[in-house]
Nanobody
Framework: EVQLVESGGGLVQAGGSLRLSCAASGFTFDDYAIGWFRQVPGKEREGVSFISSSAGRIYYADSVKGRFTISSDNAKNTVYLQMNSLNPEDTAVYYC???????????????????????WGQGTQVTVSS
């Protein structure tokens, strides 16, 4: 059974930090790229960051560049999202997702589109207070 389990969300004050984890199981981790997305009620799911260990590529949305860092521990089948200098606009449910089409996702900004991913986690809430 394929599973992606996010953890690490919570409530933090503006300027604070959180580290999200995405633990994967049930598929060959090295064959997949992992994306982090976030969503607030009434808005579309937004691509935040992407990592492909196979391609050695990392991408970030402009809104988080310089503040968020994505990393992968392939031995643990886990991807992390370190989030620093958080602000209230970062408040959302954060999801990780896995895609087998990592070669395609390297083109333009295709990594940021949710429909390009095969598996999704249940999400973890991040709330940043002002």
């Amino acid at each position: 059974e394929v599973q992606l389990v996010e953890s690490g969300g919570g409530l933090v004050q503006a300027g604070g930090s959180l580290r999200l984890s995405c633990a994967a199981s049930g598929f060959t981790f090295d064959d997949y790229a992992i994306g982090w997305f976030r969503q607030v009620p009434g808005k579309e799911r937004e691509g935040v960051s992407f990592i492909s260990s196979s391609a050695g590529r990392i991408y970030y949305a402009d809104s988080v560049k310089g503040r968020f860092t994505i990393s992968s521990d392939n031995a643990k089948n886990t991807v992390y999202l370190q989030m620093n200098s958080l602000n209230p606009e970062d408040t959302a449910v954060y999801y990780c997702a896995a895609s087998s089409r990592w070669k395609t996702l390297l083109l333009s900004r295709l990594w940021a589109f949710p429909h390009n991913y095969d598996y999704w986690g249940q999400g973890t809430q991040v709330t940043v207070s002002s």
